[in-house]
């Protein structure tokens, strides 16, 4: 049995958000209902693979249910900042989504990392499911890549995200620039 298994069905709003300074920063997800927030610790190229995953996630669904409304990824910047305290239950291991169409809701389902320190069993790994609407999903991978998207500048010379104290680039035998 999972450790923690919490269902938030559905939420009343949910999104993701990166908080620190560039190139240390901190993301998460966050899903709230009337009673309770939920927010638990991603990395950021989780939160690039899911907001891509959503949108054919979404493709998918109106496909083999064509007669769905069509739904807007349009969102309000200000509503999607996580609110404090952000007091994360854990840190995600595997993400997923799946679909249920008699209530029009998707889930998106986050598990626990398994690490050397809570003796990785994969069946007590703490899980959250967070239902919400195919538009609040939608709008929450359309925000995440913005957020994912602003991080450090990149170098021109190698690719390489820069800090901002600079970088020590490959491409130009370590010269700081
Ligand atoms: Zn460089």
């Not at 200000?78 to 995600?92: K, N, S, Y």
């Amino acid at each position: 049995m999972p450790r923690i298994e919490i269902d938030l069905n559905p939420v009343t709003h949910i999104t993701t958000d990166a908080i620190g300074q560039p190139g240390q920063r901190v993301f998460y997800i966050q899903g709230s209902t009337v009673e309770r927030v939920v927010t638990v610790i991603v990395e950021k190229v989780q939160i690039q693979t899911l907001a891509l995953g959503v949108e054919d996630f979404l493709t998918e669904i109106l496909q083999r249910y064509p007669d769905l409304p069509p739904v807007s990824p349009d969102f309000d910047e200000t509503m999607m900042h996580i609110q404090a305290p952000v007091d994360p239950l854990f840190r995600v291991g595997e993400l997923g989504l799946a679909y249920d169409a008699d209530s029009d809701l998707a889930v998106l389902v986050v598990r626990e990392i398994q690490t050397a320190e809570n003796e990785g069993d994969a069946e007590e790994a703490s899980v959250v499911r967070y239902w919400c609407t195919r538009s609040q999903l939608h709008a929450m991978g359309r925000w995440g890549l913005d957020v994912s998207g602003r991080g450090r500048p990149t170098c021109p010379y190698c690719g390489q995200p820069m800090d901002p104290s600079g970088h020590f680039c490959p491409k130009r035998n370590g010269h700081k620039h």
